[in-house]
């Protein structure tokens, strides 16, 4: 079967994302992203799609008070001899009237911009090419075969967003630990870890995700003691998984 036909492929990433492949169908496409940026690369968009869809829109930020006065200076102090010649009535009701309307304009043209700035793609601005921005991701399944965190750092960002694709919760004083390793170097080194239960978590970096992930390809999860800070597992790792480059 070619997995990397365009449909057949965005169909398998999504599902990959989502958790909804079985066990056998998993393993073997865990395979295909290991050894294929393309598959790759359709993971982690999708993964960042999901993420998006669990963040929200942008809240959008609020004018500063020298736009308000500048709106009132250029739409009304002009216009204030000849509203005050028609009638302080009429003139209190249309003043009220116009007023809403740089408001909502402006309002709007906040929105516009926040949007924008945090979301191009609702609009098409991304770049054509449609290409995801360089970065190192990782989809790690249980023993099982199962789906359970799907991680991805920006190739020179200083975070690692992890995001569980199924519940973990650790025991009080325990940390969830990332280990990578290389094929030619089987010492796991440690990456970060975190303690929150969430479902998504941003995990600061020592230094730059190219410098702790430029040579890995494997990744580990293990249930450690949070206090400790290990240098290596001191427990079975819960699941394992490919340190794929996307670029």
């Known amino acids: 079967m070619n997995y990397l036909r365009p449909e057949r492929l965005d169909a398998l990433a999504r599902a ?3 958790g909804t492949l079985s066990p056998r169908a998993a393993r073997r496409f865990a395979r295909v992203v290991a050894s294929s940026a393309d598959a790759a690369r359709a993971v982690a968009e999708w993964q960042g799609l999901l993420s998006t869809l669990e963040e929200g829109a942008p809240g959008s930020p609020a004018p500063r008070a020298r736009v308000w006065d500048a709106v009132q200076q250029r739409l009304f102090e002009r216009e204030a001899p000849a509203r005050a010649a028609a009638g302080a009535s009429r003139g209190a009701s249309s003043g009220a009237g116009w007023l809403r309307w740089p408001l909502a304009l402006v309002a709007g043209a906040s929105l516009l911009w926040a949007t924008l700035a945090w979301r191009p793609q609702t609009f098409g601005m991304e770049p054509l090419s449609g290409a995801a921005p360089a970065s190192y991701v990782g989809v790690l399944q249980d023993p099982q075969g199962r789906p359970l965190l799907a991680t991805s750092a920006r190739r020179h960002g200083l975070v690692l967003t992890v995001r569980l694709l199924r519940p973990v919760a650790p025991a009080p004083g325990q940390a969830l630990t990332i280990w990578a390793w290389s094929d030619t170097d089987s010492t796991p080194h440690r990456i970060g870890d975190w303690t929150a239960a969430g479902s998504t978590t941003e995990v600061a970096l020592p230094t730059q995700a190219e410098t702790l992930l430029g040579r890995m390809t494997h990744l580990g999860l293990s249930l450690e003691t949070a ?6 597992p001191t ?13």
């Open 16 to 18: 990959h994302a989502l």
């Open 227 to 232: 206090a400790a800070v290990p240098s290596a």
């Open 235 to 247: 427990r079975p790792f819960i699941a394992e998984g490919p340190c794929a480059k996307v670029w």
